[in-house]
């Protein structure tokens, strides 16, 4: 009978000081909000960026924006499109309809340009999006896409099937980052337990490619993947995860509240 593996935290620190890690999957550069939230709680955060974020610019950008801007309802799906967009022209006096934002991350963001009227679902993923009262019919509407190439393919997917015309600005990118060997390194030999915060399932795919199987095997058992959506939960699971924890959302208090909270709380025998 396979022994139970204890994910409580323990009473010992490793050298460092640090009693359990927190893995960071953020975009290069982004990971103090974690470092914030974590701090006080005995945690370490380990930022594995498995990417950067670069802003775009250009003529056809500005264009595609304007368009995107124009349009019968505008979504934005990150602070980066937010900030990528502001960078092109004032936003507070872009607004002519509805904006939506998949998290009040964004919502926070458009708020500091200004922007007064922001959609945001209660639930931050794409599917609390699409369930806004806003977009509840959408057939024949002009909807804008603020974002960056490769995401939230679900939303201008379901939108176009609801019968709606995608009007998509790709206002930055997200450059990939290998994984340094030196960064393994300090992976393999951090506190546990380890809690794998996901916010995203492209940086979670490409950080699982860079892992080496040996790193993969440990992760598979040792760590708790705290996830921000049922989508990201399932994706978890396919790679062999053994703990998923479902975050309240995709923000650092949440993400590392419900670690902590994995943490202290001894499983159930």
Do not use: K
């Amino acid at each position: 009978m396979q022994a139970m593996v204890d994910h409580t935290i323990p009473t010992g620190a490793s050298r460092s000081g640090a009693r359990w890690t927190l893995i960071s999957l953020r975009p290069q550069g982004q990971h103090a909000a974690l470092r914030r939230a974590v701090a006080g709680l005995g945690g370490h955060v380990l930022a594995l960026s498995p990417w950067r974020l670069q802003r775009l610019h250009g003529t056809p950008v500005l264009r595609q924006l304007q368009r995107a801007l124009n349009c019968d309802r505008v979504v934005f799906t990150s602070p980066a499109a937010v900030a990528a967009a502001a960078s092109l022209l004032p936003l507070a006096e872009a607004q002519r309809s509805p904006w939506l934002t998949v998290g009040e991350g964004t919502a926070r963001a458009l708020q500091a340009h200004g922007i007064t009227e922001v959609h945001a679902p209660q639930r931050m993923d794409s599917e609390g999006l699409l369930a806004l009262p806003v977009l509840a019919d959408v057939q024949g509407l002009r909807i804008g896409l603020v974002t960056a190439p490769g995401g939230r393919g679900l939303i201008a997917a379901q939108l176009q099937a609801a019968g709606a015309t995608i009007e998509r600005a790709d206002v930055y990118q997200r450059r990939l980052l290998r994984l340094p060997p030196r960064a393994l390194a300090r992976l393999a030999h951090s506190a546990q337990p380890w809690v794998l915060a996901v916010s995203s399932g492209e940086a979670l795919q490409h950080f699982w490619q860079q892992l080496p199987p040996a790193l993969q095997q440990r992760v598979q058992v040792h760590a708790t993947a705290v996830v921000a959506s049922d989508r990201l939960s399932e994706q978890a699971r396919a790679l062999g995860l053994q703990h998923v924890v479902r975050a309240a959302g995709p923000t650092s208090a949440q993400l590392v509240g419900a670690a902590h909270a994995t943490l202290t709380v001894p499983a159930a025998t």
